[in-house]
């Protein structure tokens, strides 16, 4: 099956990393068609998949967007429109992986004649977008589009009650290879040594710094933590949100913890850096599409405290296979790590349940498989 995959960004976020293992199986029939060049273009080439940057200017719609401002930029992006068109003419099928490549691959797929299938790594609610945007997403996965895949429960469900079709949605969970999440102990010890972490109870944070991640939630819990509790803040803005990252200096600063917060900036040693943590935190103030980082936790065999919204629901089991704590609240986020420092027996088995559990349940090979089935089924496409 030939695929012309198509995604907004230049920067590898949650849905640009999931979009790595789909393109995968299919690497040598298939196109990475990106709006924007940047690291996630490296990190395809790296993965030998194939990939061009399509547009020469980037497209200037943001999830607060307005119709009038939505449409002005339309008219400026027909020469990507056209030269996708022409692309998906030598592809069986267009898959859209972001909103704006739902826009353009929707008009393309029509002129093209080629069906479109439309990745959903979002909820599309008011939490998160405009409902300009919203309605554009929905309208045109409805007209457009035969299959759409919503990367949890939650997703598919803000999509059905934003007006979604039901027919055309099926929940599909990001996948992982277990054995990248395998770390070997002595690279794991020197990490630890030159981040300064031993004897610490290291809590991790694994997210681009944006406000909804809630990284300032973490910073509050930490200050209510016995002194021993340090954290990691691993991920970069990436999208421009540069007045939070200041902010979160500020409060670091202003509660007297510079000794305690480290920012680590965007990484690519996540496996190895989340072994090197006690615990990894998720806190998210606004509800969570997927949360791959919880999953990656969980392969990793660390303890996870996660907010208790969206996909994070369906991945974790309070008590089972980690820990779930009402979203925006750090007194109680404070008092589950001080529980999990205190309680190592118990939470140990917690993320060993985790592990043996998500090796299972999001393994990259099953994933992909549905992924192959759904395509086959539902566009009656040849494998
Ligand atoms: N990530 C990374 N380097 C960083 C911070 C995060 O590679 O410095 C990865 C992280 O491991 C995860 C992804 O970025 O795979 C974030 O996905 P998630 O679903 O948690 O959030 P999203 O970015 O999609 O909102």
């Not at 929707?106 to 409902?131: G, M, N, T, W």
């Not at 990367?151 to 027919?167: E, H, I, L, M, P």
């Not at 933590?225 to 970069?236: E, F, K, R, S």
Request: charged share 20%; hydrophobic share 40%.
């Amino acid at each position: 099956m030939r695929i012309l995959f198509l995604d907004q960004s230049g920067k590898p976020g949650g849905a640009e990393l999931c979009l790595i293992d789909i393109a995968k199986p299919y690497c040598n029939h298939a196109l990475v068609g990106l709006f924007a060049d940047g690291t996630f273009k490296d990190l395809l080439q790296q993965n030998h998949i194939p990939v061009e940057v399509l547009a020469t200017q980037a497209i200037q719609v943001s999830k607060e967007s307005t119709l009038a401002q939505g449409l002005k930029s339309l008219v400026k992006l027909a020469p990507l429109i056209t030269k996708v068109v022409k692309k998906a003419r030598e592809y069986d099928l267009i898959y859209a992986n972001t909103q704006k490549a739902l826009v353009v691959g929707a008009i393309a797929s029509f002129f093209s004649r080629r069906p479109l299938v439309y990745h959903l790594h979002d909820i599309l609610s008011k939490e998160h977008f405009s409902q300009t945007n919203v309605r554009i997403a929905v309208n045109l996965a409805n007209g457009f589009a035969s299959l759409v895949i919503a990367n949890s429960q939650a997703s598919k469900t803000a999509f059905v009650q934003a007006g979604g079709r039901k027919d055309i949605v099926e929940v599909v969970y990001n996948g992982f290879e277990p054995k990248n999440y395998q770390t070997d102990e002595s690279d794991i010890n020197k990490l630890q040594q030159d981040l300064g972490l031993e004897g610490k109870f290291v809590v991790g944070h694994f997210s681009r710094l944006a406000p909804w991640k809630g990284q300032h939630i973490l910073i509050d819990a930490l200050s209510k933590c016995p002194p021993q509790v340090t954290a990691i803040l691993v991920g970069d803005a990436l999208f421009g949100e540069q007045d939070y990252v200041e902010q979160l200096h500020q409060q670091v600063a202003k509660l007297g913890l510079e000794n305690r917060v480290k920012f680590l900036g965007f990484r690519s040693d996540i496996p190895q850096l989340m072994t090197a943590c006690d615990l990894v935190t998720h806190t998210s103030t606004s509800p969570e599409p997927f949360g791959r980082v919880i999953v990656e936790a969980m392969l990793c065999g660390k303890p996870v405290v996660a907010a208790k919204a969206g996909g994070a629901m369906e991945l974790v089991e309070h008590g089972l296979n980690g820990f779930l704590v009402t979203p925006g609240e750090p007194q109680e986020l404070a008092q589950v790590i001080t529980t999990c420092l205190q309680e190592t027996e118990i939470t140990a088995t917690i993320a060993n349940n985790a592990r043996t559990t998500a090796s299972k349940r999001f393994n990259v090979a099953t994933i992909n498989q549905q992924i192959a089935q759904l395509l086959c089924n539902r566009l009656s496409l040849p494998a």
